[in-house]
């Protein structure tokens, strides 16, 4: 406000400069009109009237008034106007005089309104007082004269002049005022919109400059995801060779260890006992090893999200007895009994026996190892959704401060290098990712000098409500909204229909693939009708042999929805799952673990053929089958070609095979048996050093199926999209 009133100040004195400046620019101009109408009087009027020589006078008194003007502007303004409005009045004063009847009284009009314009209203209003004031003198020398009333007339048109320019001043000076307040509100505002539209313009730069960064930015947060992906990788594969490496030589050490320990007669001599003691150490030691090696490697799998568990429907209560029965000696040695408390009924349950397994071991195998007196109660509580499993010890305890770190990797409550119990510290963490992988929990409860209780839970089945429809996507507490036009509508998941003759693909692809509906079916006409209902993205098609493959999408042609078919060829999924495969064996092998697998055949075996690219492991295989009371024929190959031409020509009642070997690999040698029906009904023990979890399948080439076919653009941008998945920094190239 106090900006407006100074500005409004300004503005006044400003007015007053302009319009002087306005006022000087129409002196010459009055002072020519002056001197023009003075020689029109002097001049040409002379003629007309009857007095000739008074209007001369009157002309030149006009005459000498202008060019006196003319020549005192030097002087200023002011005093050659007052030179101008002096002639102005006498020559009206002369005219009324002289000519009382004529309209030159109207002349005294001119000197008012010129002063009122020209110089100040106030002017103006003192030669209106001083032609009122002057009738009184004019009435009393010319009583009764017609002079009295052409004075009178002129004065009063000389005050009507005078109020008409007031009023015309006054809105003059209104509008000037009001125009120049909106010029400063207006230069104002012009002034704001400058400084807004350069922070505007600075914004912009900055948001540019900000967009340049985000590029760069997220160019080189793509580039170090591509690492962080190859470091994954070269993990991953460090990982599985770094497995195969170690578990190769301490077969041999475990092997060997074993047989000496338990046959030291097949080497023609009597060993020392101080010898059989050393190798003793060396054979628990190796298995220690054994151990922490594979859960390493179950870490890994877990966190690069590759453990894939294979469900099916178990017992809880013969899981439980099996977990029991292999701690039962442990605990029997350190004087500790075991309790078990299961529900009068106790229905099965959808899990994966071996991980369930491995998750009462570790618990048990903890327990005993930390409890002094007592011993370990198994409780089993059940409802409608899960079933819940408690392992409770008498010993010491854990403080309320630890507990938050037992599921922690490579954790110790005793990190002393003295610490009276061993361990690795991983097993409660591969425990508890193996329950969460079964969408389960897994918790602690323990109090120093009360024992400890670790429990989990586990669903009875799969929520099937949910599990094959959009719904699952949709939360329990979830309301429609509306949505502007403006806000992005959420995009409903992608649905991918496998079929397979087991469900082996369906859990590795909810492991890989987030946000994708997958719905598992075992036959070509239910993959048909789950079609019919609703539309899908892919069929992907996993069949054991490539006939079975060839028949299936031949059946799937007719899909109404032109739905793409994906097809390849694999055994199975996990290579124990497959046709003739009775058993996986993962190296390192102990004697007991070979030779009950070899019991385990269903039928009577003399002959066996031993399948592997090593020579030191076919030495110790041979050496533990021909060691034992049964004297198995051992027959020996050392390659996939090999083997294939001694089963043919041999016809061994079991064959052990070895999966990774050069040239024909072990893959190979199942994939052909399947297909030679003189060979499929052998049956085959895995030996491997590879962890069948790690890389479940194995594809070398898979077909795509349409059936109105692919045009030259759909095949084009199909070969590049799989160019960008397999090899992830192509388009970067492109």
């Known amino acids: 406000m106090a900006e407006l009133i ?39 009027v002379t003629g007309w009237v009857t007095d000739p020589m008074k209007v001369a006078l009157i002309g030149l008194d006009l005459i000498l008034t202008s060019l006196l003007a003319f ?22 004063c002369l005219g009324i005089f002289w000519f009382p009847t004529s309209p030159l009284s109207c002349l005294l009009v001119l000197p008012v309104t010129l002063s009122a314009w020209l110089i100040d209203r106030r002017i103006g209003l003192g030669i209106c007082l001083l032609n009122s004031i002057a009738i009184l003198p004019i009435n009393h020398f010319f009583p009764g004269s017609q002079l009295i009333s052409s004075w009178v007339t002129a004065a009063l048109v000389s005050w009507g002049v005078l109020f008409m320019s007031w009023l015309l001043l006054h809105s003059l000076d209104s509008l000037v005022l009001w125009s120049w307040k909106n010029y400063y509100l207006g230069q104002q505002q012009l002034n704001q919109v400058r400084e807004h539209q350069g922070e505007l313009n600075q914004a912009m730069k900055d948001l540019t400059d900000t967009n340049l960064q985000i590029a760069r930015l997220n160019q080189l947060l793509n580039a170090e995801r591509q690492r962080a992906e190859e470091a994954e990788r070269v993990k991953t594969e460090f990982t599985a060779n770094v497995s195969h490496e170690l578990r190769t030589p301490l077969n041999m050490i475990i092997g060997f260890s074993e047989a000496i320990l338990n046959a030291p007669a097949i080497y023609g001599t009597r060993l020392p006992p101080a010898l059989l003691a050393d190798i003793a150490a060396i054979y628990r030691n190796s298995q220690h090893l054994t151990n922490l090696i594979n859960d390493v490697l179950d870490i890994s799998q877990i966190e690069a999200r590759r453990m894939t568990i294979n469900r099916d429907w178990y017992s809880m209560a ?24 299961l529900p009068s009924e106790m229905s099965s349950i959808y899990c994966d026996r071996t991980r369930i397994r491995q998750v009462l071991l570790n ?22 959704k899960q079933v819940t499993v408690t392992v409770t010890d008498t010993g010491p305890g854990i403080a309320e401060a630890d507990l938050s770190k037992l599921f922690e990797p490579f954790h110790q409550l005793d990190g002393s290098l003295r610490r009276k119990h061993g361990g690795s510290g991983l097993g409660l963490n591969i425990s508890r990712r193996f329950v969460e992988l079964h969408d389960g929990r897994m918790g602690v409860r323990s109090q120093i000098g009360t024992g400890s209780s670790f429990w989990f839970t586990l669903p009875i089945k799969p929520d099937a409500s949910q599990a094959n429809t959009y719904g699952r996507w949709i939360g329990t507490g979830w309301e429609p909204r509306s949505h502007s036009k403006l806000t992005p509508r959420p995009q409903l998941a992608p649905r991918m229909i496998i079929l397979e003759p087991r469900d082996l693909l369906e859990e590795i692809a909810r492991r890989y693939l987030d946000d994708v509906q997958i719905e598992s079916v075992s036959d070509p006409a239910e993959a048909n009708a789950r079609l019919a209902e609703q539309p899908a993205q892919v069929i992907l098609v996993r069949g054991e042999t490539p006939e079975q493959v060839s028949n299936w999408v031949q059946a799937l042609q007719p899909n109404r929805f032109q739905t793409p078919i994906v097809a390849f060829n694999s055994p199975s999924g996990i290579v124990e799952d497959s046709l003739g495969v009775v058993s996986y064996l993962l190296k390192p092998i102990t004697s007991k673990q070979l030779l009950e697998a070899v019991k385990s055949i269903d039928k009577p075996v003399r002959s066996i053929l031993l399948v592997d690219d090593d020579p030191e492991t076919l030495q110790l295989f041979t050496r533990i089958l021909s060691s034992r009371p049964q004297r198995y024929r051992v027959l ?54 590879t962890d069948p979890s790690g890389q479940p399948i194995h594809i070398s080439s898979f077909s795509l199926t349409r059936v109105k076919g692919l045009s030259i ?6 070969a590049l999209a799989l160019s960008q998945t397999l090899l992830p920094g192509v388009q970067n190239l492109v």
């Open 363 to 384: 618990l048990l195998s903890n327990a005993g190892r930390f409890t002094e007196s007592g011993g370990i109660t198994i409780e089993v509580g059940i409802d409608e």
């Open 636 to 689: 020996q190959a050392s390659s996939g070609q090999e083997a294939l031409e001694l089963l043919r020509s041999r016809q061994p009642d079991l064959m052990l095979l070895d999966l990774v070997m050069p040239g024909m690999d072990g893959y190979a040698v199942l994939t052909e048996m399947i297909r030679d029906s003189s060979l499929k009904h052998t049956p085959v023990i895995i030996l491997s050093a």
């Open 6 to 44: 100074s500005a409004l100040h300004l503005a006044s004195s400003q007015k007053k400069e302009v319009l002087r400046g306005l006022q000087e620019e129409t002196f010459f101009p009055i002072v020519i009109a002056t001197c023009l109408l003075g020689m029109f009087l002097a001049v040409f």
């Open 318 to 341: 013969d899981i439980i007895q099996e977990a029991s029965q292999s701690v039962q000696p442990l605990l029997e040695s350190r004087g500790l009994f075991l309790q078990t408390c």
């Open 713 to 718: 653009p759909e095949f084009l941008q199909c």
């Open 71 to 92: 020549f005192n502007i030097q002087n200023g303004y002011l005093w050659s106007m007052a030179i101008i409005f002096v002639g102005w009045i006498l020559a009206s």
